[in-house]
């Protein structure tokens, strides 16, 4: 008999639990130990948490590690074109039969018990680095941090906490201070936290439960600063000062990304080549990518193609600032985004820098906001908004106007992750 793909497995594990998410420890602490307790034998750990920033601070901390000639396990979510991204085992995504080998083994310790997808599927990642040697594993929580199913690790060698803001509410809850609280718990006694910027209100709340864990913190603005100059980035914290090329990924906000991978490499004890490569050869799909080959780019060959995920106020935010930071030209948006989101904080900064939306529905994708909902959005906003049918005809409807647009498609990961399937 043909074993099943990771496909069919994948499929069978969305069943196992009648929520989507569902915040408690209580099912990692059943399931683990029947695998053995994986978790208790990774490479030492570097926990990442936070609202924006999460993946392309840990893409930078993997080219730092690599560049020096370590190995590092990563686990992100969620992934863009095929679940396999989320696994990369010693550096290398992990093969479809020893994903489905993994899958298999986890979904048969469980025994048809409740379950969450991510859940389960975080338990076969453990499994996976706690069997193959590598210098570092880089974790990042996938939802919150306190009762994310990452959060079973008792002893990290570092955390990092990003830049905090407003996402998730139905499950972090509605204020800042409930959300940083939520990140915070990945705070673990007398462990080093790197904190990126944040909000006053989300900065107290991670300097109380570091001072309740005798966590050392590491503060942007405190203990580490980094700042573009003259085409250039520096960092310096108490070791000295780093004159560095800017971020290979693009956009003002990699520069606190940046920084936060620095000063944990750095804390960590690499070197300035470390940390020279960490911030050159990054790589993150979906976070402002741009789109040279494949279909879409094709059809618009005289046009400036870009991708990006961010789906929030803030990854709104750091949007635009990129937007308004590249040469002036012409520019349109191919908006679609989840119902779940909060559309207009994240379109109203967009409004500033773009000359029109075309809005779509997410192929496939149950919670999309449906096509007609984000062009009413929009226009609130200030677009000039109209319905396109799906991405390829809206990059055509705007290059036929303009061939030498720039075109930006954003507003969800699930959107970037449909973009790069289709375009190859």
Known sequence: MTAPTSDVILDRMMSLHPKVIDLTLGRMARLLPRLGDPQLRLPPVIHVAGTNGKGSTQAMLRAGIEAAGQSAHAYTSPHLARFHERIRVAGEILAEPELAALLAECESANAGEDITFFEITTCAAFLAFARTPADWTLLEVGLGGRWDATNVIGRPKLSIITPVSPDHQQYLGETLVEIADAKAGIIKRGVPCVVGPQPPEAMAVIEAEADARAAPLLVRGQHWMCWAERGRMVFQDETGLLDLPLPNLPGPHQIDNAGAALAALRHLGFDEAACEAAVTRAHWPGRMQR??????????????????????????????????????????????????????????????????????????????????????????????????????????????????????????????GHVLRENG
């Open 291 to 416: 789109l040279r080959h494949g279909p879409l780019a094709a059809a618009a060959p005289r046009a400036e193609l870009w991708l990006d995920g961010g789906h929030n106020p803030a990854g709104g935010r750091a949007v635009a600032a990129t937007l308004a930071a590249m040469p002036a030209r012409a520019t349109h948006l191919v908006v679609g985004m989840l119902n779940t989101k909060d559309v207009a904080g994240y379109l109203a900064p967009l409004a500033e820098v773009a000359d029109s939306l075309h809005a779509v529905s997410i192929p496939g994708e149950r919670n999309t906001l449906p096509a007609d909902a984000t062009a009413e959005a929009a226009r609130a906003a200030g677009f000039a908004a109209t319905i396109s049918a799906g991405v390829a005809e809206a990059v055509a409807e705007i290059v036929a106007a303009e061939p030498e647009a720039r075109i930006l498609i954003c507003g969800s990961l699930y959107l970037a």
